[in-house]
């Protein structure tokens, strides 16, 4: 179930970000975390158009590759990873599963709180 107050908080600073989701579709977090994120998405009446979602490849010769390339240089290891992007540049991430809840951890990288997403300690954000 939704934090809807939250959620409430995030639709405020929400529109200004465009998020790129990877995701596996053998994934059981991917499974679990990106309808979740989708659902709070939806109810923050956030716009389809600034977000991306991209499946990436199980096969041994392509793991973790999409059709098009789009993770190269981006540093995906893990599956789900929620990437936020403000004004063309990466601001934050949500890496396979949220340190607190979804709603929580997105509230932080878009009020600007400080975030260390998980598997997060050799990122860095300017």
């Given amino acids: 179930k939704a934090d809807t107050e939250k959620i409430k908080l995030i639709k405020e600073h929400l529109n200004a970000y465009k998020i790129l989701i990877f995701m596996g579709t053998w994934c059981g ?3 679990r975390e990106v309808p979740r994120f ?3 998405l939806e109810q923050a009446e956030y716009p389809n158009e600034n977000l991306k979602i991209i ?3 199980k096969r041994k010769e392509a793991y973790k590759k999409s059709p098009q390339g789009e993770e190269w ?3 995906i290891r893990r599956v789900p990873t929620f990437i936020f992007y403000k004004n063309g540049r990466e601001v934050n991430r949500i890496i396979e599963t949220p340190v607190t809840s ?3 951890d997105i509230l932080k990288i878009i009020t600007q709180q400080v975030y260390v ?3 997060g300690t050799s990122l860095h954000f300017d």
């Fill in 29 to 31: 977090d991917s499974k």
């Fill in 38 to 40: 989708l659902k709070i």
């Fill in 55 to 57: 499946a990436l490849d």
């Fill in 73 to 75: 240089g981006l540093n």
């Fill in 102 to 104: 979804l709603e929580d």
């Fill in 117 to 119: 997403p998980n598997y």
